[in-house]
């Protein structure tokens, strides 16, 4: 039985290495997501210097997240993972639509395709949201722009016709 408990503690010991890297993940993806929130409300309130910055710091943070967890696949495809990186994705579209800037696609932000279609269905909430703030100063010209940009996205997401397991919910 020697042999059973070598392997086993052989076995403890990645776990527990495991389990140390997911705690520390966790916590920074709970940090990415406050980030892009904070983003998100910057673009929201125009304040494009802070929201850039905080783009910038999200940036950082999503490197980070994803170096750590790269060599841990269930970590990486983890939700709390993804999720932080669809935040991530959902702050730079959202920065992007709203300022009418080039659209940094899966490869850009750093995201897997599935987890950058989900950040741009959540980026198009963001926009029904720009609009109707927009709408309250009448705007109508920048909401005739961004319903158009919302119905575009709304277009193409439609045409993602595969199983959850591929699109992970889109």
């Known amino acids: 039985m020697a042999d059973l408990e070598q392997i086993a503690d052989t076995i403890r010991e990645e776990f527990e290495r495991v389990d140390d890297v997911r705690d520390t993940a966790y916590q920074r993806s709970r940090e990415l997501i406050s980030t892009c929130a904070r983003c998100i409300r910057a673009i929201h309130r125009e304040e494009w210097s802070e929201a850039e910055a905080l783009l910038q710091k999200a940036k950082e943070a999503t490197e980070t997240l994803v170096e750590a967890v ?3 696949p269930e970590l990486y495809f983890a939700g709390y993972t993804q999720d932080a990186v669809k935040e991530f994705v959902e702050a730079n579209l959202t920065y992007a639509f709203v300022r009418d800037l080039p659209i940094p696609g899966p490869a850009e932000i750093g995201a897997e395709a599935n987890t950058w279609l989900n950040g741009l269905a959540e980026a198009t909430t963001e926009l029904r949201r720009r609009i109707l703030d927009i709408l309250r100063h009448g705007h109508s010209q920048e ?14 997401l439609v045409t993602f016709d595969f199983s959850d397991a591929i699109t992970r919910g889109l």
Not at 143 to 156: A, F, I, T
């Open 70 to 72: 790269k060599d841990y």
């Open 143 to 156: 909401v005739e722009r961004l319903l158009d940009k919302m119905d575009e996205v709304y277009s193409l």
